[in-house]
């Protein structure tokens, strides 16, 4: 148990990514304020990129490393075009709350 | 190409009119014009084809109308006529009297917001009517046979803002179902018998068998026994015989016209036409004839007796026409049909005149109907009273009229044969027969004396005259001096409506003269498909056709010949009836109020047409709304809840789900992780973990 805590071992790695996963799952799914939604799916990817990383050293393979550097450009990406239609949502009603976007409904 | 023109002039004419109603209304008077000349026109077609037919018969064709299948099994049925000196005779009357009652009816209806509808319904009459007699096949006879009936109901329903006059179409027409039910099934029966619907094939086959059974090698089968007597209901449907005879006198609610033309001259001849056409066919079945003239001779006398008491003046005739039909069936029944035909003639004549007369009246008297309401009229309509008198003299039979020769020819054949067969059935269908006569003698005066005798009086119906009415035709008669108050006195119609009549008139005096010493019906009946089938060698009294007593054989009856013997009598009872009718209803009339007064319950029953209706209505009308209400509870209770059921099972299940779609996404991103979390579950389980 000692050794499990002075030395970090693949499942620290994976609990950490499962903490911030499902911290961003709840916080997704309680939160209705759209950028703190936003930030919490971030959050969520955050948890997966840490979980891949994880695997990828204790496999020794550098393929779930690669992955995760297209994850985060991709995610850059998204969250400037994320952040932009938040900014719109916002003008069209001027409130950040999700609720007032439920036309869609049955 | 004479014989085709004949039908389709009048078809025509009705597509003229009704193309001119649509885009050129202002045109729309010229339609009594249209219709009356194309039936003239008609007219002279037939005269010039019957000089063309006649002993023989012509064939032509117009089109192939439906034809298929090859060989053995090919069905042809063409738009091709056959035209027999019968076929000439009745075209003679559709055209000639249908040419005439367009003319009058061309003054009776103007001014009537629907006069051109009226003129194209006629027209289109008359082309179903021609092609009804003319018609080489039975099919294309059952065309034109439910062309008539399509008319008829047409017309009867002419005025249709009256709920009666639509109910009385309506039943017209259902009532004239059963009876094509039956013809339909019949000319099924003759298919499939004689493989073909071509008349004269068919009736040569019939001959061939009633030879070959003359001559004792060959049966007749049970089809042969069957086919008369389905066709027999098809003639009675359209023919108003019992037990289908109850829409004719509701048909009456249409104009007085169409009375005449349809309901009295042409359309119910239909089935009498039918069985002289067919008379082979009939003749093959030992039952069908007698069943004919049984029931001729019933309805003959139980209409008689309801026109007897009936108070409504065109209900007195359109009893009187179901009654003379009964005769004219009772002539074919007894194998007069020279008789029958001949009675048609002379009916036409005078009973479209009697129709005619009876809707100047009732034109006159803003529609009235009642008789007890009418009298002594014959001052105010000098005209219409004796043209009327001309046709009642002809209706009851009086020596040397029309209805003299041709009912005593019916009458007079029906005991020759029931002399030369010892018939019990056929003396008492006689009987029957001369209890009419008298009957119709006196109910045919007592109409007349009641209306046009006796103390002036009379009441105006409801019927408001249209505004071009005949006011400035009053100078034709002596009383238009004091008749000032054009719309509240009855006034004599004009000549150019009284004019036809005059021809009528002519008609029902003298054709029975004519026709009787020139012998023209029995040549044309003796020279067509009616003709009774003769056989040399089968027939104890050789050279005697049974119909045939012009020639050589007579039947005696009580030592006197059965015709002089019939002509006797019935000229006794037709001027007893006559001048009883003239005692009672004109000199005396107290007795007759006493007497109905003293009968009062049986004049009631009697005039409710012995509650036939009622009987009718309990038998078939209310069972079947019975069934009908049930049809309709099976339907809305269980097609009906089981296609609801149908309908309505995915909207239930849709307002089941449909909350689950509520726009919110973070209730999409919960169900999707709830989701995800029992698939784990579910794969854990399922692998063991």
Redesign the interface.
Known sequence: MLLALSSPMLSHYLLTGAVLFVLG?VG???R?NMIQ?FLCTEMMFQGVVVTLVAFSAFHGNVTGQTFVIFVLTIAAAEAALALGLVVLLFRHRRTLD??A?????? | MTPTLIPWIPALAAATIGLISLFRSEWNRFAGALCAGAIGLSFVLTLWLSSSVGSGVVESGFYDWISFGSGDNAFHAGFSWFIDPLTVVMLLVITGIGGLIAVYAHGYMKGDPGYWRFFAYVALFIFAMTTLVMADNLLLLFLGWEGVGLCSYLLIGYYYEKPKAVAAAKKAFIVNRVGDFGFLLGIFLCYQHYGTLQISTMLEGARETLAAVAHGHGAVTATDVWIPFLLMVGAFGKSAQLPLYMWLPDAMAGPTPVSALVHAATMVTAGVYLIARCLPLFELSPYALPTVATVGAVTALFAATIALVSNDLKGVFAYSTVSQLGYMFLGVGCLSTDGAVFHLVTHAFFKALLFLTAGSVMHALAGQLNIQTMGGLRHKMPVTCWLMFAGCLALAGVPLTAGFFSKDLILGDALAYAVDHGSVLFFALTFLGVVTAFLTAFYTFRLWFTVFMGEEKFEMGDEHHAADDHAGDHADEADAAHDDHAHDAPHEMPWSMNGPLVVLAAGALLAGLVLHFTGGIEHAVQHSTAAVFVDAAHSQHAGDPAGDHGGEHHAYFLGVDAHVFMQVLSSILAVAGVVLAAFVFWMKREIADKAAARFDKLIRFARHEYCINEICDAAVVLPLRRLGALFYAVDRLIINSVMDLMGGLPRWLGMGVRPAQNGRIQSYGLTMVLGVALLAVLVLVATGG
């Open positions: 799952l997704f799914i309680s209705r939604m999700a609720s976007w439920s036309a869609l409904n049955g």
